[in-house]
């Protein structure tokens, strides 16, 4: 499985971003999958994600500015962040569970300034 991640930048807060994640060797539709993101010195935690059996859930401190989506036929996953904050800021990761490890994307990097 690879995932390719895209769509990070550098944003004013209050602003939006939409990162993308595409994925070959494994499909969306048929896995748990997520984002998180990661400070230096922190552990990284998640954002958003799908179960397996396509709910979702949200990290308390995005609850209501982002939104997780998936495009099953492109076979791709999307974050769309709004009413971004500078605690934002990160290398967001994509992820996809599948034959019992987990992929992982390069990473794109979200920076929002105050």
């Known amino acids: 499985v690879q995932l390719q991640a895209s769509g990070g930048g550098l944003v004013q807060a209050g602003g939006s971003l939409r990162l993308s994640c595409s994925a070959s060797g494994g499909r969306f539709g048929y896995s748990a999958s997520g984002w998180y993101r990661q400070t230096p010195g922190e552990q990284r935690e998640l954002v958003a994600g799908?179960?397996?059996?396509?709910?979702?859930h949200y990290a308390d401190s995005v609850k209501g500015r982002f939104t997780i989506s998936r495009d099953i036929r492109a076979n791709t996953m999307y974050l769309q962040m709004n009413s971004l904050k500078p605690e934002d800021s990160a290398l967001y990761y994509c992820q996809m569970f599948r034959n019992g490890r987990d992929y992982w994307g390069q990473g794109t990097q979200v920076t929002v300034s105050s």
């Open positions: 799908f179960h397996a059996d396509r709910t979702t």
